[in-house]
């Protein structure tokens, strides 16, 4: 081989390793970013996702782009993320279905402690138990009462077999030695239509979906399901303040990456959403309209959080048999 056959060699050589090198995270992104909801537009998840956007594109110079790839709770666009290239171009904006579909769908097509890479828990936000304002429950002890003394007739919707609103209650009955039948929906706003128009007794859903019906007059909230008040529906007291001391459950979101991405890139990413969480604008639109208490979590305390939440809903599903339907 001549010199200068070696040298165009080894300068092949030099670009193939160079292209092949990840970007420093100084240099991360080069091209646009992807951000699967794996929900269908409307949905709780999808402003999140189109907020942060908003503002990385703007601050990263490189469009942040949401695309919906919704079906069988959340696992379908999830399960796209989770097979894509770990390269730091590609994340998934979950809901709180992401803890409880391992043990909800049998035969799950990824792993969720193994292929996902946390990034950021974003924040969670109470659930909250309301009904038509003609119903005759004027708290939740109201409804205790009718379901002891009807025992598997009086009802209740929830967004879907297996969502937490379902498991929620489960844990409430079993707590409160009461029984209710479960309506599940596909999807928050049937759910909210069939609520408002009185065809169910009570809804159970994120505040983010209940709050708006109740400050518009067409459902009347009972319960919060959180430690506390929740700041969109003050005047609504916890399920701890009437006779079930130490009991909450909550939505939440988080966002995470491919297993394998680069931790610079998932550093700087987590640094720039915190950023834009400490803005005005972030902070108060999703306080107040999803009734989020913010977390802005490190990775690591998403993973811990994760994995918490499968134990306990993922015992609520077995102990139950409960099925995605």
Same mark, same amino acid.
């Given at each position: 081989?001549?010199?200068?056959?070696?040298?165009?060699?080894?300068?092949?050589?030099?670009?193939?390793?160079?292209l092949?090198?990840?970007l420093p995270?100084?240099?991360w &992104?080069?091209?646009?970013?992807?951000?699967v909801?794996?929900?269908?537009?409307?949905?709780?998840?999808?402003?999140?996702?189109?907020?942060?956007?908003?503002?990385?594109?703007?601050?990263l110079?490189?469009?942040?782009?949401?695309?919906?790839?919704?079906?069988?709770?959340?696992?379908?666009?999830?399960?796209?993320?989770?097979?894509s290239?770990?390269?730091?171009?590609?994340y998934?904006?979950?809901?709180?279905?992401?803890?409880?579909? &391992?043990?909800?769908?049998?035969? =799950?097509?990824? %792993?969720?402690?193994?292929?996902?890479?946390?990034?950021?828990?974003?924040?969670?936000?109470?659930?909250?138990?309301?009904?038509?304002?003609?119903k &005759?429950?004027?708290?939740?002890?109201?409804?205790?009462?009718?379901?002891?003394?009807?025992?598997?007739?009086?009802?209740?919707g929830?967004?879907?077999?297996?969502? =937490?609103?379902?498991?929620?209650?489960?844990? =409430?009955?079993?707590?409160?030695?009461?029984?209710m039948?479960?309506?599940?929906?596909?999807?928050?706003?049937?759910?909210?239509?069939?609520?408002?128009?009185?065809?169910?007794?009570m809804?159970?859903?994120?505040?983010?979906?209940?709050?708006p019906?109740?400050?518009?007059?067409?459902?009347?909230?009972v319960?919060?399901?959180?430690?506390?008040?929740?700041?969109?529906?003050?005047?609504?007291?916890?399920?701890?303040?009437?006779?079930?001391?130490?009991?909450?459950?909550?939505?939440?979101?988080?966002?995470?990456?491919?297993?394998?991405?680069?931790?610079?890139?998932?550093e700087?990413?987590?640094?720039?959403?915190?950023?834009?969480?400490?803005?005005? %604008?972030?902070?108060?639109?999703?306080a107040?309209?999803?009734?989020?208490?913010?977390?802005?979590?490190?990775?690591?305390e998403?993973?811990?959080?994760?994995?918490?939440?499968?134990?306990?809903?993922?015992?609520?599903?077995? %102990?139950?048999?409960?099925?995605?339907?």
């Open positions: 081989m001549t010199t200068f056959r070696r040298a165009l060699t080894g300068a092949a050589a030099v670009a193939a390793l160079a092949a090198a990840p995270a100084q240099q &992104p080069t091209k646009p970013v992807k951000i909801v794996p929900f269908p537009p409307g949905g709780s998840a999808d402003p999140i996702a189109r907020a942060f956007g908003n503002k990385l594109s703007a601050t110079g490189q469009q942040f782009i949401v695309e919906n790839r919704a079906g069988a709770s959340g696992s379908i666009g999830t399960g796209y993320v989770a097979k290239p770990a390269d730091g171009y590609t998934v904006l979950v809901f709180d279905t992401h803890a409880v579909n &391992p043990v909800l769908i049998p035969n =799950l097509p990824f %792993d969720t402690v193994r292929d996902l890479a946390p990034v950021m828990l974003v924040g969670r936000a109470p659930m909250a138990l309301a009904m038509h304002p003609a &005759p429950y004027k708290s939740f002890a109201d409804v205790l009462a009718a379901a002891r003394a009807r025992p598997a007739t009086v009802n209740y929830s967004v879907q077999n297996g969502s =937490l609103g379902h498991l929620t209650m489960m844990l =409430l009955q079993q707590a409160g030695g009461f029984s039948v479960h309506v599940p929906y596909k999807g928050a706003a049937p759910m909210i239509t069939d609520a408002v128009a009185g065809h169910i007794e809804g159970i859903g994120s505040v983010a979906v209940v709050a019906q109740v400050r518009g007059g067409k459902l009347r909230a319960a919060v399901t959180g430690e506390s008040r929740s700041t969109v529906l003050p005047e609504v007291p916890t399920l701890a303040e009437q006779g079930f001391p130490g009991f909450s459950a909550h939505a939440w979101w988080a966002l995470f990456a491919p297993a394998g991405t680069p931790r610079p890139i998932i700087r990413l987590h640094a720039e959403l915190r950023a834009a969480l400490a803005q005005p %604008d972030v902070g108060k639109q999703f107040e309209q999803l009734g989020m208490q913010v977390a802005g979590s490190t990775p690591e998403l993973q811990r959080f994760l994995q918490d939440e499968m134990a306990r809903w993922g015992k609520v599903v077995r %102990d139950n048999n409960i099925r995605l339907e």
